[in-house]
């Protein structure tokens, strides 16, 4: 198999993913790190930071920047650590279990750097990173209008160049910015004479610069979210970030490495909220016995724990593409935009899962503000919304796969034209088919306008999605050989396959009709045979494995 490319585990199967089993000695030191951190520093401030403590919150977040926890990808010579992406990640996933805390530092430690490090000038990387660093100025990134939210190119925000050609003049408003009420520069993106989309970068001291009222948000109350206004702010041409009317290429591309960040965000809640579910379940009693001994409990257990595998098998298989692409992170985020969009998905519906399912365990308890799952609960809802909400990820994936197609990047018209419909015993080359045989369907139905029918085209990307998960979670049991992976990825492939068929059974019926829609069927039918499993047995096994670790295990 050639290097993976984007949209290439539809065509190849993967000879080797990178999984967290393959994490090096420095790797599980910062997990290290981050964990000890996160122990000594966060959790004995959760109160304090859920009340607003934003001298707390701040503090916090500069200790982090001592241990070097903000600048795990910046160059050395900017303050940073000058580490890899799974680096990066691993304090994510650590960082991840509070959603208050956790917004406040990917702001910083992500959306906040980045776009400088990758598309900065010497001049900007200089004046600003190691001070973003450090944490010596916090960060965030304003690109969400009233009026564009998933459509950020709708954005009002206008900057005029000024007759003397020293500086833009900028006004507008934005909302929803995490890290906005306290932050001292802002990443601000504007339409250039109106018109043309250009990042602007906007320190908080300049005249015109005004962060508007904390919001009062149903979760995430710790962490600052204000609306900011500019009011004729004169940024210096020097603070153009990028390239005028290029905007759209720092936008976009910091939100695909920003919606891989948040599915490993999310399995880091996720981790600690399971075990939070395992420790209730096993303390409290009811008719007589623990309820950890209650089926139903333990397949809730077991299915919190299927999907989190899934999850994680997934994110550290991208990463490890994006990073063994040899390409610039952001080129590389790029690359393998639509895996980003289905990791976004795939992380954050886990993670409701996980957290609805917490609080269902913990019965009326987990309904009372003294429980942490009650938190959990109202922090997660806002994962399917911000980095794009789902639905519009849901349409980026699978129309930017059709655009790679169209580039002749990904060669999917002859794999469609050459598709065997033949059932094969291997349920992830049958998942494949289905994906294909469905974007053939589709395209055959609707041609060039099969990006305007909704419907389907978000049915397909579920579709996609799952063969790369079912692919993913696969190929890591069989990596590692241990049984609780193989068992995890078979709950989930009997799963996943039902969902396959359902899905594109009402796929087919939008894009078929009569005998053909017969004969469709027929194919399906033959794609989506598979061996049943007791996948009762199988979660109850893998229950009793977290019953007994106290934890999530593979």
Same mark, same amino acid.
């Given at each position: 198999m050639s290097t993976p490319y984007g949209g290439s585990f539809l065509l190849d199967a993967p000879l080797d993913i990178f999984t967290?089993?393959?994490?090096?000695?420095?790797?599980?030191? #910062?997990? =290290?790190?981050?964990?000890?951190?996160?122990?000594?520093?966060?959790?004995? =401030?959760?109160? &304090? +930071?859920?009340?607003?403590?934003?001298?707390?919150?701040?503090?916090?977040?500069?200790?982090? !920047?001592?241990?070097?926890?903000?600048?795990?990808l910046l160059p050395e010579q900017y303050g940073g650590m000058e580490l890899d992406l799974v680096s990066s990640m691993i304090v994510a996933?650590?960082?991840?279990?509070?959603?208050?805390?956790?917004?406040?530092?990917? &702001?910083q430690a992500g959306i906040g750097v980045l776009p400088i490090s990758m598309f900065g000038t010497e001049e900007q990387k200089q004046k600003y990173l190691p001070r973003l660093a450090s944490a010596e100025l #916090?960060?965030?990134?304003?690109? $969400?209008? &009233?009026?564009?939210g998933s459509d950020a190119m709708a954005a009002r925000t206008r900057a005029d160049l000024s007759p003397d050609g020293t500086h833009y003049v900028l006004s507008g408003?934005?909302?929803? #910015?995490?890290?906005?009420?306290?932050?001292?520069?802002?990443?601000?993106?504007?339409k250039v004479g109106g018109e043309k989309f250009t990042a602007f970068l906007v320190e908080r001291a300049w005249p015109g610069?005004?962060?508007?009222?904390?919001? %009062?948000?149903?979760?995430?109350?710790?962490?600052? $979210?204000?609306?900011?206004?500019?009011?004729?702010?004169?940024?210096?041409?020097?603070?153009?970030?990028?390239?005028?009317?290029?905007?759209?290429?720092?936008?976009?591309? @910091?939100? =695909? #490495?920003?919606?891989?960040?948040?599915?490993?965000?999310?399995?880091?809640?996720?981790?600690?909220?399971?075990?939070g579910a395992i420790r209730y379940a096993q303390e409290r009693r009811a008719f007589g016995k623990s309820i950890s001994e209650f089926g139903l409990i333990q397949h809730k257990l077991a299915e919190m724990a299927v999907r989190m595998y899934v999850n994680e098998s997934m994110a550290y298989?991208? @990463?490890?593409?994006?990073?063994?692409?040899?390409?610039?992170l952001m080129k590389a985020g790029e690359e393998f935009a639509a895996e980003c969009a289905f990791l976004k998905i795939f992380g954050s519906e886990t993670l409701d899962y996980v957290v609805d399912e917490s609080l269902q365990i913990h019965g009326g308890y987990g309904y009372h503000q003294d429980y942490p799952v009650e938190r959990a609960y109202r922090d997660a809802r806002i994962n399917r919304i911000f980095e794009g909400t789902n639905? +519009?990820?849901?349409?980026? !994936?699978?129309?930017?796969?059709?655009?790679?197609?169209?580039?002749?990047?990904?060669?999917? !018209?002859?794999?469609?034209?050459?598709?065997?419909?033949?059932?094969?015993?291997?349920?992830?080359?049958?998942?494949? %088919?289905?994906?294909?045989?469905?974007?053939?369907?589709?395209?055959? %139905?609707?041609?060039?306008?099969?990006?305007?029918?909704?419907e389907v085209v978000a049915g397909i990307t579920d579709v996609l999605m799952n063969a790369f998960a079912l692919e993913s979670a696969t190929a890591r049991a069989r990596k590692t050989g241990k049984q609780n992976a193989a068992d995890m990825a078979a709950v989930f492939a009997?799963?996943?396959?039902? =969902?396959?068929?359902?899905?594109? %059974?009402?796929?087919?019926? &939008?894009?078929?009709?009569?005998?053909?829609?017969?004969?469709?069927?027929a194919l399906l039918r033959g794609m989506t045979a598979y061996e049943l499993v007791n996948s009762i047995a199988l979660r109850r096994r893998i229950a009793g494995r977290l019953l007994q670790a106290g934890k999530y295990i593979v």
């Open positions: 967290p089993e393959d994490f090096t000695a420095e790797h599980r030191a #910062i997990a =290290n790190a981050t964990d000890d951190f996160w122990t000594r520093e966060v959790e004995p =401030n959760l109160e &304090a +930071i859920q009340q607003q403590d934003f001298d707390v919150l701040k503090r916090t977040l500069r200790k982090s !920047a001592e241990l070097g926890l903000v600048g795990v996933e650590g960082i991840g279990r509070d959603g208050s805390y956790a917004v406040c530092h990917g &702001a #916090i960060a965030a990134y304003a690109l $969400t209008e &009233a009026q564009a408003q934005k909302v929803w #910015i995490s890290n906005g009420g306290i932050a001292d520069l802002y990443t601000v993106f504007a610069v005004s962060p508007g009222a904390e919001e %009062k948000k149903m979760g995430l109350k710790g962490s600052s $979210t204000t609306a900011v206004y500019f009011d004729n702010v004169k940024v210096p041409v020097e603070n153009v970030l990028g390239e005028i009317g290029r905007g759209h290429i720092v936008a976009f591309n @910091i939100l =695909n #490495i920003g919606r891989l960040s948040l599915a490993v965000s999310a399995h880091g809640k996720c981790r600690y909220t399971l075990a298989r991208l @990463i490890g593409h994006i990073q063994d692409s040899g390409q610039p639905e +519009i990820n849901r349409l980026l !994936a699978t129309g930017m796969l059709l655009r790679r197609a169209r580039k002749g990047t990904l060669p999917l !018209a002859n794999a469609m034209k050459n598709l065997s419909t033949t059932a094969t015993p291997d349920v992830i080359a049958n998942a494949k %088919k289905v994906g294909l045989f469905l974007l053939g369907v589709a395209s055959k %139905k609707y041609g060039e306008s099969l990006e305007e029918q909704q009997d799963e996943t396959m039902e =969902n396959i068929k359902a899905s594109a %059974k009402t796929l087919l019926a &939008a894009c078929s009709e009569g005998d053909a829609l017969r004969t469709n069927l």
